[in-house]
């Protein structure tokens, strides 16, 4: 099936600081693939490099086969639904309407009804018109999440959508997203646990100092080898029957 989300040897950088090497992905719909690796290697910006938010130095992105940098905001907003690492809300809107953002192309109603909708998937049913500054960090969080839902784009990217969560929301989190994916979406996740990486996704990227330098199944791209040289981790991913769990230590 052909891509929904392309990087072909993609450079970016900060300034002069080069924040992304040659990186090269293809996300198929349905997959759900997890972005790993240490504090500040590079994957926030392959994200935003990939959806034409950090400017290329060098490569190509691609969001269903036509250059991110062609598309207009209101395309690229149907193409994909984005989720950043910062939680920020400026104005002090009620859940409901800080989810329905991201239905902007349906009727108020229709919109208002499937943020209700997702605003309950994610176990924020009972917070629809408290305002989000109102809010707990994890609560937060939960709304945000609503709102990516609510955008029903074939791809869904979240950068680190389960930190500050609770156990039982982070998973919660990620069976939501493995649904849109069995429904169809291509998913793309950072996380910094392994162990959840592992669990929840088909593939696992690893970045390191803004190169991909492994990739494939969970326990492949995250072998003793790779945890010890790119993490500084003794140990492997172990399978157990809750799922694959980091066993490790500080090397
Ligand atoms: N606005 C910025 N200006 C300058 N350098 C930046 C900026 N944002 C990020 N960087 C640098 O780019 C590199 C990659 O940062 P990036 O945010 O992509 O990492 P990350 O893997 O997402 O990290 P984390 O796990 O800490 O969120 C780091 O060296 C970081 O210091």
Redesign the pocket.
Known sequence: MSAVWTLDAVTAR??R?T??EAASLAIAPGEVVGIV????????????AGLGLLPLAAGEALLSSRPVSALKPDERARLVGYLP?ERRAAWNLPARMIAALGASDLSEPEADRLARACLARVGAGELVDRGVLDMSGGERARVLLARLLATRAPLLVA??PVAGLDPDAQLLTLDLLRAEAAGGAAVVV?L?DLGLAGRACDRVVV?SQ?RIVAEGAPREALSPEVLAGVFGLNGELVETPAGLVLAARRA
């Open positions: 900060h300034g600081k924040v992304l690796g240490p504090n500040g290697a590079g994957k926030t910006s392959l994200l935003r690492q950068d680190e950072t910094h970045v803004g």
